[in-house]
């Protein structure tokens, strides 16, 4: 049984580009949430997808957009890159409704913007 | 908002040694609370968890009570190993999000 996996792994960008990180889902979940975890720090929630739809939303800027499929795999993209968004990038899975209280997450991707 | 505390690192231990990482939260509701476990390079692994007031979790030798009295959530090992060496994330959830601490790097030497 695969759990969550992420790709690509590692990434390098340019100030003012933008990135499209992607994640499946552990086999048998419907709700994927996006985070960003700065170097040193706890993972920050980005925002929650559930049927195709953003379910909820942290304190992150437009910049930041998601998609999910209708596999339930999911995207996140970035634009106009800043330095501070240099982080790991974390995707977890879960089961709707219950998808706070049961989260399985991903290896991250590491995203380093130069 | 809901928030979590935890106890600055990093903690250095010797092999067989006690563990406690403090742990604190606030809240206005009853959230959940969690512990995750970060090896180098890998994502975050559910330690344990407790759902209310007064639940212990439990898994691998660690354990945390879910204090609502005292709005804790400290973990507990008996005895470390040098495979325990990670950072510790205390988290809650009200079942919309996840907050995390800032987390804790453990150091077992042997």
């Known amino acids: 049984d695969a759990g969550v996996t992420q790709s690509p792994t590692h990434l390098i960008k340019t100030r003012g580009q933008q990135v499209t990180l992607r994640c499946s889902p552990k086999s048998g979940h419907d709700t994927v949430s996006w985070y960003q975890q700065a170097l040193g720090q706890g993972p920050q929630f980005i925002f929650q997808?559930?049927?195709?739809?953003?379910?909820q939303r942290g304190n992150f800027p437009d910049r930041f957009s998601g998609h999910q499929f209708p596999n339930y795999s999911s995207e996140l993209n970035v634009n106009a890159l800043l330095l501070g968004d240099s982080a790991l990038y974390l995707c977890a899975s879960s089961l709707w409704p219950r998808g706070a209280y049961e989260q399985y997450f991903g290896p991250g991707t590491r995203l380093t913007v130069t | 908002g809901d928030s979590v505390t935890q106890m600055e690192g990093p903690v250095t231990l010797s092999e067989e040694a006690f563990l406690t990482i403090n742990c604190t939260y606030t809240a206005t509701g009853y959230p959940s609370l969690f512990w995750y476990v970060q090896y180098p390079g890998e994502g975050l692994q559910l330690l344990l968890k407790a759902t209310k007031a007064d639940d212990k979790g439990s898994n691998k030798g660690f354990e945390a009570t879910y204090r609502k009295e005292t709005t804790s959530f400290h973990l507990e090992k008996g005895s470390v190993q040098v495979s325990d060496s990670a950072v510790y994330f205390c988290?809650?959830?009200?079942?919309?999000?996840?907050?995390f601490g800032a987390g804790t790097r453990l150091t077992v030497k042997p």
């Open positions: 988290a809650l959830s009200d079942g919309n999000d996840m907050r």
């Open positions: 997808y559930y049927e195709e739809e953003e379910r």
